[in-house]
């Protein structure tokens, strides 16, 4: 198991890694002698606390702090729910943003961060005439192709200008996002809680 201290709080999961219990060095949290099995045991363990250090100093960069990971199921919304959010009146102009920024995450598959920093450099028209996002995913680092369909396409042009720089959109902070979704969900009929991520 490896095990994690974040204020005070403890938290844990399996490294999914089988140790001989005569192996283990509890003082140095490592598979004591020269062996191949120690060895490879150890590269692992290693490749571990590597990764535990890149993921904590990416929550520092990224906010400041960092918080111990909480496994929530948001669930998903039916068809059905989408039509009712996209044709469902907001009661302001932020609403309406937060819903329409929310819709073309659904159509898009865009992360709030990707959202967020999206600019019209992102957007291409390809050799088949189809506009396209063109975009490395911050969460993931990897580098997406996404065509845009008609009601995404329709979302950018509402907002075009807006931000007041070459961002598509002017999108609050998540806090706000995840906040107005909540009351658009309820004005919905929504019971699931709709988030952005």
């Not at 999961?13 to 060895?39: E, I, N, Q, Y």
């Not at 250090?53 to 111990?68: A, C, F, P, T, W």
């Not at 999206?118 to 063109?134: A, E, K, R, S, V």
């Not at 995913?137 to 996404?146: A, L, Y």
């Amino acid at each position: 198991m490896c095990r994690l201290t974040v204020d005070g709080e403890i938290r844990q999961f399996s490294c999914k890694m089988d140790v001989p219990p005569h192996m283990w060095d509890t003082k140095t949290g490592r598979a004591a002698g020269r062996s191949a099995t120690a060895r490879i045991i150890n590269e692992e363990v290693d490749r571990i606390r590597a990764d535990i250090n890149r993921h904590y100093l990416e929550l520092i960069r990224k906010d400041g702090y960092v918080n111990s990971l909480e496994n929530v199921d948001r669930g998903y919304l039916s068809l059905e729910e989408i039509r009712t959010m996209i044709n469902t009146g907001m009661p302001g102009r932020t609403h309406e943003l937060v819903r329409d920024l929310f819709i073309f995450s659904t159509f898009t598959g865009l992360a709030y961060s990707d959202v967020k920093s999206l600019t019209y450099d992102n957007i291409q028209t390809f050799f088949d005439g189809n506009l396209w996002i063109i975009k490395r995913r911050k969460k993931t680092n990897t580098e997406s192709n996404i065509r845009l369909l008609e009601i995404p396409k329709r979302i950018i042009e509402k907002y075009r200008g807006i931000s007041g720089d070459n961002h598509v959109f002017p999108v609050p902070s998540n806090t706000t996002c995840n906040k107005i979704l909540k009351d658009i969900a309820s004005l919905c009929g929504i019971n699931r809680k709709p988030e952005t991520n």
